[in-house]
């Protein structure tokens, strides 16, 4: 019994620290880890900065270091000579990711709201029909042949747009979202009141599934940002290239000029010693994460809210 109370007591305590805003000891060993955990993840972006405007002639020397013997701007300069083309992929980019975030958010969304309307006689079928994607596809050559040859879609920012526009797992989250979070009740009296599916939809139920919509688009945005792929099956026109593509296309041409055996050994001696290989390639990573991490502090508090709410009632 005494040992009952003594833990009932020491129970007692820690709640009314908590209550207080004091730290537990279990507290301060998780926040220890969690921080060990933010550097070992931090730290590998941060070298990447760093050796983007590290001097070749130091990287040669020690290698990649957080302390670098030189600094130079020469790697980004390798980058940023595109000047004009480097603008025009950017704003590529930025078309795309935008439309096809907005497009693909709103029409998730109201597949979302569709098959979790409990009334809704299609909602079994859109559901199973939704996951055969997960399971099935016809191929990259297929897409290919289909897209180019029966769509004639080639050089079409529609490529870069719609491939990455439906994905079954972030209307899964949006649906779930809508069930646990969204009251039946309301979306009910709405009905009650005059309103039909659209509006229902467009006024109740859109309005409140913000957390869940930024979460789902934080991710859409970053998959479109990082996709390069449907760029270099299906653009050819320097007017369209997005920024990955022609970040490749740099990295491309770089390892052409020093290690192509077609270059003469006299170009290649001339143009080895002002390209610098390594800091360049960090720099390109540099010019495609450093948006995303700007970005991503802004829409934090939305992404783990987006993904938590809905997952326990109440």
């Known amino acids: 019994m005494d040992n009952v109370k003594d833990l009932k007591k020491k129970r007692k305590r820690e709640e009314d620290n908590v209550e207080k805003g004091k730290k537990t000891l279990g507290q301060y060993i998780l926040g220890f880890f969690l921080l060990l955990y933010t550097l070992f993840c931090?730290?590998?972006?941060?070298?990447?900065?760093?050796?983007?405007?590290t001097s070749e002639e130091s990287i040669a020397k020690k290698g990649f270091s957080f302390f670098p013997e030189s600094l130079s701007m020469d790697g980004m300069h390798s980058v940023l000579k595109y000047g004009t083309q480097l603008v025009t992929s950017y704003g590529v980019t930025i078309f795309v990711v935008l439309a096809g975030t907005t497009l693909g958010l709103l029409t998730m969304s109201m597949y979302a709201y569709a098959i979790s309307r409990p009334g809704f006689r299609l909602a079994k079928f859109l559901s199973i029909y939704l996951l055969i994607p997960m399971l099935f596809n016809g191929g990259q050559l297929a897409g290919y042949i289909v897209f180019t040859g029966y769509y004639h879609l080639k050089n079409s920012l529609l490529l870069l747009i719609l491939p990455l526009c439906v994905t079954t797992m972030n209307v899964l989250i949006l649906r779930t979202y809508i069930v646990n979070s969204i009251s039946a009740e309301l979306l009910e009296a709405a009905k009650i009141d005059g309103a039909n599916e659209y509006l229902t939809f467009f006024r109740i139920c859109l309005p409140l599934m913000k957390p869940s919509l930024a979460a789902v688009g934080f991710m859409m945005a970053t998959a479109y940002w990082n996709d390069w792929q449907n760029a270099v099956l299906y653009i050819d026109k320097n007017s369209k290239k997005p920024l990955q593509l022609l970040l490749?296309?740099?990295?491309?041409?770089?390892?052409?000029?020093?290690?192509?055996?077609?270059?003469?050994?006299?170009?290649?001696?001339?143009?080895?010693?002002?390209?610098?290989?390594?800091?360049?390639?960090?720099?390109?990573?540099?010019?495609?994460?450093?948006?995303?991490?700007?970005?991503?502090?802004?829409?934090?508090?939305?992404?783990?809210?987006?993904?938590?709410?809905?997952?326990?009632?109440?």
Do not use: E
């Open 248 to 314: 490749y296309n740099i990295q491309k041409n770089i390892d052409f000029l020093l290690n192509s055996n077609n270059v003469p050994q006299a170009v290649r001696d001339a143009m080895g010693g002002t390209i610098p290989k390594n800091s360049a390639t960090m720099a390109t990573v540099v010019v495609v994460i450093a948006p995303i991490m700007l970005a991503y502090p802004f829409f934090q508090k939305y992404f783990v809210k987006g993904l938590t709410v809905g997952s326990v009632k109440g």
């Open 42 to 53: 931090a730290l590998p972006v941060l070298l990447v900065f760093i050796v983007a405007f």
